[in-house]
């Protein structure tokens, strides 16, 4: 028997259990199994240059033009010689190549030629294309939050300021975020690290989350959603060649983000493997293997946890997140944590704990030397407000020198999106108790993630039901990552029609 993995969004993927309807396009979160074999590349490789002539001009005019790194001509249909391409495949960035986002890969893209050939009315044996390969909550239908987009309005169309329409607390809020713009408009550039008075108010936000533990607004900065963070800072901690190339540890099962950041900057990618009959645990003796491996052809120097897990998951425990803290800094390892999920948390007796809250409740000796940089983003959670693509990282024990040098590099895209920034505002500080909005924000956030916790749960039960597929209970996040079996007969059934 043959097992495979797939990742589902929702149980809008379900239909797929009624044969000959549905075609689902998956596209998993997976890496490689142990003991796999990447793809080779072709490394680009230019022969050195003569230099037995008297003259550098004669040395260079007696190579080709391949040799000498010119495009080549070649003969068109009418008979001209015209001038080949500088950039192709053979002479672009090789790390380039190297990237794969199964997310939006090629069965995403033959699911999108599917879509239009229904749309121009081609036969297919099934009437729709269900695709689960990205958690993006409003494409599924998930309705946004009324006062953040009331809010986001009035900063867009200040006009409608005066409109009697939008609640006062609504307009109070785009004043207040308007006010931190530069010219008073969204339209302008904000400070790289983002908007202050918006890092002030996720400060405020991480204070109350962990019950008090102080957050420094200058240890915040606002991101293009989390990933754009969690690039930054890797790209932070690559560095030296060979042996002593940095590695990065990353679980697998994982979110592709992380090995396609990886292979663009030529890092090591470490894996260390969630454990699937434990529901996707983590444990401390698959990393110190992991780890004591690398070590033999790299320089292990950060770990990545995502917690809740994408695309398994689960919720990690207290007791789990504290284990993991004592590895790092025994192993002294840059702490990166992934925590983009932190609302969706679903099965009895899970909860979302913070690594920096931990970090911090273990005392000083951990909390005063683990580095750690956390993210959040407005993508997941109660709000899937993928498109505007706002996020923060907190960035913990920081070297100072190293700290101005990530601002510096942040000011080189010059700012995160400013609608995004605003989103996030809203997300940090929603509309409080006595607020005309509170209310219905209230219900509007509960009806969301209650959705969201009966959704996984009847995915579990339904896909454990289909003989061959056998899925672990959803804790958290927004996914499901069942194994199914395939019939050893139809293995070879395939086989023999590939032929």
Same mark, same amino acid.
């Given at each position: ?84 391409? !500088?950039?192709?495949? #053979? ?5 380039? +190549?190297?990237?794969e ?10 699911? =999108? ?9 081609? +036969? ?26 009331? !809010? ?11 409109d ?28 790289? /690290? ?18 008090g ?28 060649e ?11 099962? /994982? ?17 260390y493997? &969630? ?20 070590? &033999?052809?790299?320089?292990p ?60 409740e273990?005392?000083? *000796?951990?909390? *005063? ?16 407000e ?14 100072? #020198? !190293?700290k101005?040098? &990530?601002?510096?590099?942040l000011? =080189? ?29 209230? +219900?509007?956030?509960?009806?969301? &993630? ?6 996984a ?35 070879? *059934? ?6």
């Amino acid at each position: 028997m043959s097992a495979t993995r797939v990742q589902l969004l929702s149980p809008r993927t379900l239909p797929l259990l009624s044969p000959g309807r549905v075609a689902l396009f998956l596209q998993g979160g997976g890496g490689p199994h142990r003991g796999g074999v990447g793809p080779r590349f072709r490394s680009l490789t230019s022969p050195p240059l003569s230099c037995s002539s008297s003259s550098p001009g004669r040395a260079l005019s007696g190579l080709s033009t391949t040799r000498r790194g010119l495009p080549k001509e070649k003969m068109s249909e009418n008979g001209m010689m015209s001038r080949a391409k !500088v950039l192709t495949i #053979d002479t672009m960035n090789p790390t380039v +190549k190297k990237v794969e986002y199964a997310v939006r890969g090629p069965i995403v893209q033959r699911a =999108v030629e599917l879509e239009r050939e229904l749309s121009e009315g081609m +036969k297919k044996p099934f009437a729709e294309v269900i695709k689960a390969n990205i958690g993006d909550a409003h494409a599924m239908g998930q309705q946004p939050i009324t006062f953040f987009r009331q !809010v986001l309005a009035l900063c867009s169309y200040p006009e409608l300021l005066s409109d009697s329409t939008f609640p006062e607390d609504a307009k109070s809020r785009a004043c207040r975020i308007l006010n931190s713009c530069g010219g008073n408009s969204m339209g302008a550039y904000s400070a790289s /690290q983002g908007i202050e008075s918006v890092r002030q108010d996720v400060a405020r936000y991480i204070e109350r989350r962990d019950g008090g533990v102080p957050c420094d607004p200058d240890n915040i900065y606002l991101t293009t959603g989390a990933s754009d963070g969690i690039v930054t800072m890797l790209k932070l901690l690559v560095c030296g060649e060979g042996a002593m190339r940095a590695g990065v540890m990353i679980s697998i099962p /994982q979110y592709p983000l992380y090995s396609a950041a990886l292979a663009e900057l030529s890092a090591v990618q470490i894996n260390y493997y &969630l454990n699937e009959e434990k529901c996707w645990s983590l444990d401390i003796s698959e990393l110190q293997r992991a780890l004591d491996e690398a070590r &033999l052809y790299c320089n292990p120097r950060a770990l990545c946890i995502i917690n809740p897990g994408n695309p398994t998951g689960q919720v990690q425990s207290r007791e789990c997140i504290e284990d993991v803290i004592r590895f790092a800094a025994k192993e002294r390892l840059f702490l990166m944590a992934d925590e983009v999920y932190q609302d969706n948390v679903y099965a009895e007796g899970c909860q979302f704990h913070s690594f920096k809250k931990v970090l911090f409740e273990m005392g000083p *000796e951990y909390s *005063e030397t683990v580095e750690l940089a956390s993210f959040h983003s407005t993508s997941k959670c109660y709000m899937g407000e993928c498109g505007f693509r706002g996020g923060y990282m907190e960035i913990i024990n920081m070297d100072d #020198d !190293v700290k101005a040098q &990530l601002t510096k590099l942040l000011s =080189v895209r010059l700012c995160p999106p400013v609608p995004g920034q605003a989103l996030m505002d809203l997300v940090v500080n929603p509309p409080q108790p006595g607020e005309p909005s509170y209310e219905h924000f209230i +219900k509007e956030r509960t009806a969301t &993630l209650s959705a969201l916790a009966e959704k996984a749960k009847l995915t579990e039960q339904v896909l454990s039901t289909v003989e061959g597929i056998r899925c672990n209970p959803v804790q958290g996040a927004m996914y499901s990552f069942p194994c199914i079996t395939i019939p050893e007969r139809a293995i070879q *059934e395939a086989k023999l029609t590939a032929q």
